[in-house]
């Protein structure tokens, strides 16, 4: 029985602060070595301020070089500091590098606003509508001609009617988009979008586990997409740390990794009532049980593999490796080849 169709991986690109170039170029080996063990997805986080990938764009536009079948993805673009019409742009260009296999993964999040806010330009005011930068940016991809009916502006090559360049045809198709509340999936689903789901959600009173909340947003998803039905696609970060291929100093790097974080998972946080997933930790058998008996995945929904911060670059590739031999075949999954 399948209970996984496809599988992907999402890293942070994390490095150390003494050598971004080694620890770069170790996330960009890791997303060919992803691709070489059949994975059909390697996104990447955009992460401001910290010892990660802080321009997502630049990142994805170096793995269309290093890779030539693997999907890649963004997890995501947050549009609260961008510009529309340059993040489109800038998404476009790596669809046009890697073409059919750029997941455009977007949300209107402002991650460390408070310290960004004054060196950004005058972000849009979202107090009206909070997905407006994103509709902006939609608009920007969809290629629609700029000024009045006919207009031109001068070019090299000569007069050109003006709209965002390069223009791909279709990849609205392939813009996903990261949500979390109600809110944010009811947005995504009226838009025709892709949905990614993380490892952390709100929910509303009266529920009261996180495996609770997501089943709830995935029903809410589905009744209210109104779209292309092959866009009606959801993916699901899960992090997943399996021990069978590690060392015994990974493993105990490993469980002590879970133990610090398990005790998040066991209530609601905070007024909008954050819940987190608990990890996966555990050797293969285990690792396949807990992948069967969650109803999240119903042989629709895509397995997105959460690798956690600051690891090793071997301990990543263990861990995929482990992850795609040793347990994704047993939930139905094949290697894309």
């Known amino acids: 029985m399948t209970i996984i169709p496809e599988a992907g991986f999402i890293t942070a690109g994390n490095y150390p602060d003494d050598d971004p170039t080694g620890g770069l170029r170790a996330q960009l080996d890791l997303f060919a070595w992803g691709e070489q063990l059949g994975y059909d997805t390697a996104g990447v986080r955009q992460r401001h301020l910290e010892h990660g990938v802080s321009s997502a764009a630049t990142f994805l536009a170096a793995a269309t070089q290093r890779t030539e079948r693997i999907t890649l993805e963004s997890d995501v673009f947050p549009l609260g500091f961008e510009s529309p019409f340059r993040a489109a742009e800038d998404a476009a260009t790596i669809a046009a590098l890697a073409p059919g296999r750029f997941n455009v993964g977007i949300s209107v999040a402002t991650p460390h606003a408070d310290l960004l806010k004054p060196l950004s330009a005058p972000l849009i005011d979202q107090s009206a509508n909070r997905y407006l930068p994103a509709e902006l940016f939609l608009e920007a991809l969809r290629g629609t001609y700029l000024g009045e009916e006919g207009q031109t502006i001068d070019t090299p090559d000569g007069p050109q009617r003006p709209r965002i360049q390069p223009h791909i045809p279709g990849i609205l198709d392939d813009v996903w988009y990261g949500g979390g509340s109600e809110s944010s999936i009811r947005w995504a689903a009226s838009q025709g979008l892709s949905l990614l789901l993380g490892n952390l959600t709100s929910a509303p009173e009266g529920i009261d586990s996180f495996r609770e909340a997501r089943l709830q947003q995935l029903a809410l998803y589905t009744e209210a997409f109104v779209g292309k039905p092959e866009n009606l696609r959801v993916a699901v970060e899960r992090v997943i740390v399996p021990l069978d291929g590690a060392d015994e100093t990974s493993r105990a790097k490993y469980r002590a990794f879970a133990e610090g974080r398990h005790a998040r998972t066991l209530q609601a946080h905070g007024p909008t009532r954050i819940f987190f997933e608990p990890d996966l930790v555990g050797f293969a058998e285990e690792i396949i049980e807990g992948l069967a008996s969650d109803p999240v995945y119903d ?30 075949p047993h939930v139905g999954w094949a290697p894309r080849t």
């Open 299 to 328: 042989g629709r929904t895509r397995l997105r593999i959460s690798l956690p911060y600051s690891f090793a670059p071997h301990e990543y590739r263990q861990i995929l490796q482990d992850i795609a031999e040793k347990v994704l």
